[in-house]
């Protein structure tokens, strides 16, 4: 990861604040469950499960594990796995960028972003990628606040 080398305002979702690849489900995500080993953030039709895994004698890594229901009987998962420095810049409590995000700021507009992992643009958070902001995109949006960004730095036992 590095200092974030570029910072590219993204093309905005009609006349609202948030960019054109951000669901505006995101801002109904809200943190469910917060402690030193999980936290939980969802709504009624998204849940994302962060956990910090330890093996001896190495960095603590995070999993986050995402489920999106569409419809009754549609819905889209997966999982990821961040490092410290990338779940910081993902959760907004800093601005790095990851060796394979600079294109994604260039092509989408963000402050931080790493391939296959995130991408942000402020305070809106869409994991693993930018999509198209309509209801079936196989990732995650939220809107990050306060007691989120907590909860990331008790992950991060900060």
Known sequence: MKSATIT?????SGGFPWPSWWHHHGIKA??????PRKAVIGSNAATLTISRVEKEGSPAVFHLVWSVVHAFDMWSMGQVVMDERELKA???LSNETGDYGDWLIEAYGAESAEQRL???WKRYLNIPGPGTAHDGDPNMSI?????IQNAIRTLLQE
């Open 143 to 147: 809107e990050i606040e306060g007691q």
């Open 118 to 120: 995130y991408i942000r």
């Open 30 to 35: 809200v943190l469910k469950e917060s402690g």
């Open 90 to 92: 993902a959760f907004g």
């Open 8 to 12: 590219k305002k993204p093309r905005m």
